[in-house]
C-alpha cells in the first residue's frame, strides 16, 4: 500500500453519483449465451461512492448498498474489493473487482475509468462522481 499523497487523500469522503456507463459484454445466461450491453446509469438523489480513510468504499446506487475495500495501485489508480455487490455478500475474503484509473480529480469531480478482459469478454466502466 503506498502512503498517502495530497491525490490520494482528496478522494477520501462522500460523493454524488453523476452517472455510470457500462459497455462491454456480459452473461445472459451461462448456458445459453453472453450478450453485447452498452448502458448508462443517471445517478438519483441518495446515490453515492463514500471512500474513508481506511481504505472502506460504501456504495449507495438506486436500491443496492454496496460494499468494498479499496488500495492505491498508484497515485491515480485504486484496485477495489468487493464485499457486498448488488446486496450478494461476496467476503471477506474480498472478491477483486475493477481496477480504476482516477481522471479528472478536483475537490468537486472525479471520473473512475476501468478498461479491460473479464472472462466474458472486453468490458469498460466509467464513473463520474461529483461532492
Do not use: C, H
Not at 497515485?75 to 479528472?104: A, C, F, H, K, V
Amino acid at each position: 500500500m503506498l502512503p498517502p499523497s495530497g491525490i490520494m487523500t482528496k478522494l477520501v469522503g462522500k460523493w454524488s453519483i453523476v452517472s455510470e456507463e457500462w459497455s462491454g459484454t456480459n452473461y445472459a445466461d451461462p448456458v445459453v449465451s453472453t450478450q453485447v450491453f452498452d448502458s448508462t446509469y443517471m445517478g438519483q438523489a441518495g446515490d453515492y461512492y463514500e471512500f474513508t480513510a481506511d481504505s472502506n468504499l460504501f456504495i449507495r446506487e438506486s436500491i443496492y448498498f454496496d460494499t468494498a475495500r479499496y488500495y492505491y495501485v498508484s497515485e491515480d489508480s485504486i484496485q477495489t474489493m468487493w464485499g457486498t455487490w448488488q446486496g450478494i455478500t461476496i467476503g471477506p475474503p474480498y472478491g477483486y473487482g475493477p481496477l480504476y484509473n482516477i481522471r479528472g480529480l478536483t475537490d468537486d469531480s472525479v471520473v473512475l475509468f476501468s478498461s479491460g478482459l473479464i472472462p466474458e469478454g472486453p468490458r469498460t466502466d466509467i464513473i463520474t462522481l461529483k461532492r
